[in-house]
């Protein structure tokens, strides 16, 4: 496995909050994806929103200087039915790039994200 990047970040709730009373529908709109602003009776929701916000600031720092994903390229899928957490990205050219992976935790205002981007096998 040759890993193209790894990315962390940690997002205070309370931050997310407070963006999401003073641009109630502008900040979901600007960092979701189309799936993710599917779930609109969770637009509202700071920790739903500082998740996604927090695995894409991940995201983008494993991917750059390689790829530059924009907030919509990347959907990020939670725990669903026993499966692991998944982030996709649909880019217009994903050059070198193989799985990703995510890991997300929380803790009382904090939301913590770790990404983990694997280049591409190529066979010889």
């Given at each position: 496995m040759s890993i193209l990047g790894i990315?962390?970040?940690?997002?205070?709730?309370?931050?997310?909050?407070?963006l999401l009373k003073r641009y109630p529908h502008r900040l979901a709109s600007r960092i979701l994806s189309p799936q993710e602003a599917a779930q609109s009776h969770l637009l509202a929701d700071p920790t739903f929103i500082a998740v996604r916000w927090a695995v894409k600031e991940a995201a983008y720092k494993a991917l750059y200087p390689h790829l530059r994903p924009t907030w919509k390229d990347l959907t990020y899928r939670g725990l669903d039915n026993g499966h692991k957490p998944v982030l996709l990205y649909y880019p217009?050219?994903?050059g070198n790039l193989g799985e990703i992976h995510v890991s997300v935790s929380h803790d009382g205002d904090y939301v913590f994200a770790s990404v983990l981007v694997q280049a591409a096998h190529h066979r010889q």
């Open positions: 990315g962390v970040d940690v997002v205070y709730v309370p931050r997310i909050a407070a217009k050219d994903n």
